[in-house]
Antibody
Framework: QVQLVESGGGVVQPGRSLRLSCAAS????????MHWVRQAPGKGLEWVAV????????YYADSVKGRFTISRDNSKNTLYLQMNSLRPEDTAMYYC???????????????WGQGTLVTVSS | DIVMTQSPDSLAVSLGERASINCKSS????????????LAWYQQKPGQPPKALIY???TRESGVPDRFSASGSGTDFTLTISSLQAEDVAVYYC??????????FGPGTKVDIK
């Protein structure tokens, strides 16, 4: 069965960096685009970034562009989110999610991980 | 970017009664070449990640009970729960996947039992 397990969250000071990971299993990881979505405490869902199945295409929300980098290692079935210059407003639960159709990006998200919590605070 | 809005912000419905949630996009999410609306609905229960309910504006995800239905096209969409059950208490989000980047979500509608 499809599993997505995020890790790497924690408490970090403003201006510092953090790298999140999402370990995938139960499907052919290299065939699917992947997203990061975040949710601030008590708030709604905010899409963060997407990467194509082969890593050749990456897109970001304006709120993180230039600070966050999405990447993947298909040999390790792992998705990453490198977060630099963190701000208090980046505090959120970060979820990874799979695009529902192989090879494409413009589809809904069919599987989600349980999330990893990032807290940016001094 | 496409902006998604939802109404109401919250609603309370008696068990067994109908609940309806509206979603509006700032521009059409209907792709003319395939006549598909790039609109999905998700359910999020407390302490859980979102779960996909509906895609292509009206297609139920596998395993989703048929009391959940959805309709709409272009810029206006509706999610309906025909007979509310206790396990349907959740926040419901619409999302457009028409434009990349974007993939914007609506602000969510909280559904409770009256």
């Amino acid at each position: 069965q499809v599993q997505l397990v995020e890790s790497g969250g924690g408490v970090v000071q403003p201006g510092r960096s953090l790298r999140l990971s999402c370990a995938a299993s139960g499907f052919t990881f290299s065939s699917y685009g992947m997203h990061w979505v975040r949710q601030a405490p008590g708030k709604g869902l905010e899409w963060v970034a997407v990467i194509s199945n082969d890593g050749s295409n990456k897109y970001y929300a304006d709120s993180v562009k230039g600070r966050f980098t999405i990447s993947r290692d298909n040999s390790k079935n792992t998705l990453y989110l490198q977060m630099n210059s963190l701000r208090p407003e980046d505090t959120a639960m970060y979820y990874c999610a799979r695009v529902s159709v192989e090879w494409e990006l413009l589809h809904y998200f069919d599987y989600w991980g349980q999330g990893t919590l990032v807290t940016v605070s001094s | 970017d496409i902006v998604m809005t939802q109404s109401p912000d919250s609603l309370a419905v008696s068990l067994g009664e109908r609940a309806s949630i509206n979603c509006k996009s700032s521009q059409s999410v209907l792709y003319s070449s395939n006549n598909k609306n790039y609109l999905a609905w998700y359910q999020q229960k407390p302490g859980q990640p979102p779960k996909a309910l509906i895609y292509w504006a009206s297609t139920r995800e596998s395993g989703v009970p048929d009391r959940f239905s959805a309709s709409g096209s272009g810029t206006d969409f509706t999610l309906t729960i025909s007979s509310l059950q206790a396990e349907d208490v959740a926040v419901y989000y619409c999302q457009q996947y028409y434009s990349s980047p974007g993939f914007t979500f609506g602000p969510g509608t909280k559904v409770d039992i009256k």
